[in-house]
């Protein structure tokens, strides 16, 4: 068996799926993840699935309304888009249905936190998303319940101190903090993502959007 190769993909972006996939997230290549354009972010189908699947109660105009939410985060900022997001994953949705005793508000469940290999957990690389003015090609993103998550930026460990540097600019870029990002990125992937890293297969730094 060869040696990994000393660069980005070999030191820092195949260890990182690889541990993924060892943790229980199933690898899928970015043109077989199930999209219908570059723009989406959301995997629209497995998040369907995976809400029957926690909620077998949910009537169709419900579901249809609580995929909604995921796929356009009624907002004005990113911050705020997130903050949202981060509400609905943790503590659900409530939507209005009869379930049999009337018309009453119920809890929807997006994530299952008792049984977290329940869950549809799918890790994939180099995926394409249409920004405003151009795409961006994020390393690697992690999906819950096809949910983007996580968002982390894999960089050669070749380049010294000045990785950390350029995995932070790189996903600052991504969702267009500051002035000379407008328009170079893809806000919208990080909507609902909760963890961003930059790694360099030797060392990483975390932390939220933003």
């Known amino acids: 068996m060869n040696p990994p190769a000393w660069n980005e993909i ?27 354009s570059y723009r989406d972010v959301v995997l629209v189908d497995r998040l369907r699935a995976a809400l029957r699947n926690l909620n077998p109660w949910l009537s169709d105009e419900n579901l249809h309304r609580t995929i909604r ?10 911050l705020e888009s997130n903050e949202k997001a981060h509400t609905v994953l943790c503590f659900g949705m409530t939507v209005e249905q009869d ?8 809890t929807v469940r997006l994530v299952d936190f008792d049984e977290p290999t329940a869950n549809d957990l ?15 090609i994020p390393d690697v993103v992690v999906y819950v319940n096809g949910i ?7 960089k050669n460990p070749t380049l ?29 992937l990080f909507h609902t993502a909760q963890i961003l890293v930059a ?10 959007v933003g």
Do not use: M, N
């Open 99 to 106: 379930r049999g005793d009337g018309k009453k508000s119920h």
């Open 69 to 78: 939410e995921i796929v356009d985060v009624p907002a004005t900022s990113l």
């Open 199 to 208: 790694t360099c297969g030797q060392g990483a730094r975390f932390g939220t």
């Open 160 to 188: 010294g101190d000045k990785w950390l540097h350029e995995g932070i600019e790189q996903l600052e870029r991504y969702q267009e903090l500051g002035e000379r990002f407008r328009g170079l990125g893809a806000p919208h």
């Open 10 to 36: 070999g030191q820092s972006e195949d260890p990182a799926v690889e541990l993924l996939s060892a943790l229980g997230y199933s690898f899928l290549e970015a043109d077989a993840i199930g999209r219908e």
């Open 122 to 136: 799918v890790v994939t690389r180099q995926i394409k998303i249409k920004g405003q003015k151009q795409h961006v």
């Open 148 to 154: 983007p998550l996580a968002v982390v930026e894999c």
